[in-house]
């Protein structure tokens, strides 16, 4: 069983930066894919950026220039570098690791953009 947990969102002003991280723990043998999804309220869940195990990384439209994923494998560890925030970047943002073919997904941290 793999457990990831996310940390680092808040409340933030427009224009601002947050850096998430989320550490995966447990039984791990190979972490594959690493990503980060959002969902805001009334709305589906959605993803925001993903990196594979070589480092590629895939972003959503919408946030494409403006967040930065990266991972450290020494400590299965992903994170998501946000800056210039905007309100419709609002949304509890969840970790998804993928290890041996299975997802395994955090319990979401809150991210409010707001002045």
């Known amino acids: 069983q793999v457990q990831p947990v996310e940390s680092g969102g808040g409340l933030v002003q427009p224009g601002g930066s947050l850096r998430l991280s989320c550490a995966a723990s447990?039984?791990?043998?190979?972490?594959?894919?690493m990503g980060w999804y959002r969902q805001a309220s009334g709305k589906q869940r959605e993803l925001v950026a993903q990196?594979?195990?070589?480092?590629?990384?895939n972003y959503a439209d919408s946030v494409k220039g403006r967040f930065a994923i990266s991972r450290d494998n020494t400590k299965n560890t992903v994170y998501l570098q946000m800056n210039s925030l905007k309100p419709e970047d609002t949304a509890v943002y969840y970790c998804?690791?993928?290890?041996?073919?299975?997802?395994?997904w955090g319990k979401g941290t809150l991210v409010t953009v707001s002045s």
């Open positions: 998804k690791v993928v290890h041996f073919g299975l997802d395994y």
């Open positions: 447990g039984r791990i043998f190979e972490i594959n894919a």
């Open positions: 990196i594979s195990s070589g480092g590629m990384t």
